[in-house]
Structure formats: structure tokens, C-alpha cells
Nanobody
Framework: QVQLVESGGGSVQAGGSLRLSCAAS????????MAWFRQAPGKEREAVAV????????RYADSVKGRFTISRDNTKNTLYLQMNSLKPEDTAIYYC???????????????????WGQGTQVTVSS
């Protein structure tokens, strides 16, 4: 069955860095666009970054541009999110997700994604 397993979350002070990973299995990883979403308490789930199946195209939320980098390794079926210059407002549960809908611009709506991980908590203190 399909599994997406996130890791790398934790607590960090403002200005610090974290690297999230998402290990995928049970489907043809290299044919799916992948994304990182986040959800803070009381807020809607939002797309943070999206990457195309081959990794050559990506899309970021304005709030993280220049600070976060999404990447993927299709030989390891793994998705990454490098998060630098973290801010308290980045605190949320971060989810990885997969979609078979490959289009431009890359999809950012949660209802377009077929598979989801269980999430990993990121907490940034001031």
C-alpha cells in the first residue's frame, strides 16, 4: 500500500534550520508531483512548496520564498524540504503529499493530492 513517512521535524529557535524528509513507497514515485503542506492550529492547511515529477520545476508559497528549498531524489523515493531562517510563524505540522495531476502551474490545492503522510511537528521559538 502507499506510504508517505515524514521525518526531521523538531524544535528550533528563530533563525535556525531544519531539513524534513519524506520516504515514499507503494506507488511509482517518479511519476507524481510532490508537495509539502503545513497546518497551524486554527488555520487551514496550506501548500508550502511543490515539485514536479522530474524535479525540474517547483513552486513556493510567498511566505517561504528564499528560505525554503524543496528537492527530491527519485533514486531513493524521497522528498526533502530544507528550511532556513525559520520564524515562529513557521510553526505547524508539516505534511508531504503526492498527486498524479501533473499540470502547470503545479497544483497547490489540498484536494488535488491523492496521498498524504501522517505529518511531523515543527516548532520555532522566538
Amino acid at each position: 500500500q502507499v506510504q508517505l513517512v515524514e521525518s526531521g521535524g523538531g524544535s528550533v529557535q528563530a533563525g535556525g534550520s531544519l531539513r524534513l524528509s519524506c520516504a515514499a513507497s507503494g506507488y511509482t514515485y517518479s511519476t507524481y508531483s510532490m508537495a509539502w503542506f503545513r497546518q497551524a492550529p486554527g488555520k487551514e492547511r496550506e501548500a508550502v512548496a511543490v515539485i514536479s515529477p522530474g524535479g525540474g520545476n517547483n513552486r513556493y508559497a510567498d511566505s517561504v520564498k528564499g528560505r525554503f528549498t524543496i528537492s527530491r531524489d527519485n533514486t531513493k523515493n524521497t522528498l526533502y524540504l530544507q528550511m532556513n531562517s525559520l520564524k515562529p510563524e513557521d510553526t505547524a505540522i508539516y505534511y508531504c503529499a503526492a498527486t498524479s495531476a501533473f499540470r502547470w502551474p503545479l497544483p497547490i490545492r489540498a484536494d488535488e493530492y491523492n496521498y498524504w503522510g501522517q505529518g511531523t511537528q515543527v516548532t520555532v521559538s522566538s
